[in-house]
C-alpha cells in the first residue's frame, strides 16, 4: 500500500481576495476531492512573526523548537507534497515567507549538523510546487531580477534530498493583463495538481 500523501500549502498574501488566496483554495479543494490530506499554513492568518529575536537566536543550534513555530514544524514533519503560494515584492519573497523558512526550516527540523556538513531532515518529501504571482510582466521581471527563482530551483532542494519533482508556474503581469490572459497558466496548473493527486 501506497504510504499516506498529505500536502501542505504554504501562503502568505495580506488580502483574502487576492490571487494567491485564489489559487491556494483551489489547489486544497483540488487535492481534497482526490482523498488527499491537505495542510493550510496561511502565514498572515496565523499572525506569524518572521522575525528570530536575539534570544531565540542564541537557542538556534539547540533542540528545542519555539512554541509559536511548533506546529508549523509539525506540520513541515507531516508532508510529502510542498506547495507554495506567494506573490513576487521587491524582486523576492514577502519579508514574512523568508522568516518562514529562517524559523521553521531550522535545526532539528530541517537539517541537523554533523561536524561541518549539512545532513537534510525532509526525506519524507516526494514533490515540490511553487507558484508565484507578479504585477510585472515576464520582461521587466527578467530585467529586474527575481531571487525566488535560486531559491525554489536550488537552495531549498538542496534540504530535500528525496524530492522527485520540483514544478513551478509563474502568473506575469497581473497588473496589466487582460481578463483571460492567464487562462493556460490556469489549465496547466490544475492539470498538474490532478496529476500529483494520481501519482
Same mark, same amino acid.
Given at each position: ?32 476531492? +482526490? ?8 502565514? @498572515? ?12 537566536? *542564541?537557542?538556534?543550534? +539547540? ?11 509539525? /506540520? ?12 513576487? =515584492? ?7 515567507? *523568508? +522568516? ?14 554533523? +561536524? ?37 530551483? *536550488? ?26 490572459? /492567464?487562462?493556460? @497558466?490556469?489549465?496547466?496548473? =490544475?492539470?498538474? @495538481? /490532478? ?5
Amino acid at each position: 500500500m501506497a504510504p499516506q500523501r498529505t500536502a501542505l500549502i504554504v501562503t502568505c498574501h495580506p488580502s483574502p481576495v487576492s490571487r494567491c488566496a485564489e489559487i491556494t483554495r483551489r489547489i486544497a479543494e483540488l487535492l481534497r476531492s +482526490g482523498g488527499q490530506t491537505v495542510i493550510i499554513d496561511d502565514l @498572515v492568518a496565523v499572525d506569524f512573526d518572521p522575525v528570530i529575536s536575539l534570544p531565540e537566536l *542564541k537557542r538556534y543550534y +539547540g533542540d528545542v523548537i519555539p512554541a509559536d513555530v511548533a506546529e508549523l514544524a509539525a /506540520h513541515l514533519a507531516q508532508a510529502t507534497d510542498l506547495y507554495y503560494v506567494l506573490p513576487l =515584492w521587491m524582486f523576492d519573497m514577502p519579508a514574512i515567507l *523568508k +522568516g518562514y523558512f529562517e524559523r521553521v526550516f531550522r535545526p532539528h527540523v530541517a537539517f541537523r549538523f554533523a +561536524g561541518n556538513d549539512i545532513i537534510p531532515m525532509l526525506a519524507h518529501v516526494r514533490h515540490l510546487t511553487v507558484v508565484v504571482t507578479h504585477g510585472r510582466n515576464r520582461e521587466e521581471t527578467a530585467r529586474s531580477g527575481d531571487a525566488t527563482q535560486a531559491f525554489f530551483k *536550488k537552495s531549498l532542494p538542496s534540504l530535500l534530498p528525496s524530492l522527485r519533482t520540483n514544478t513551478r508556474f509563474d502568473f506575469y503581469d497581473l497588473d496589466g493583463a487582460e481578463e483571460g490572459t /492567464h487562462a493556460a @497558466v490556469y489549465d496547466a496548473l =490544475w492539470q498538474h @495538481v /490532478h496529476a500529483c493527486v494520481g501519482r
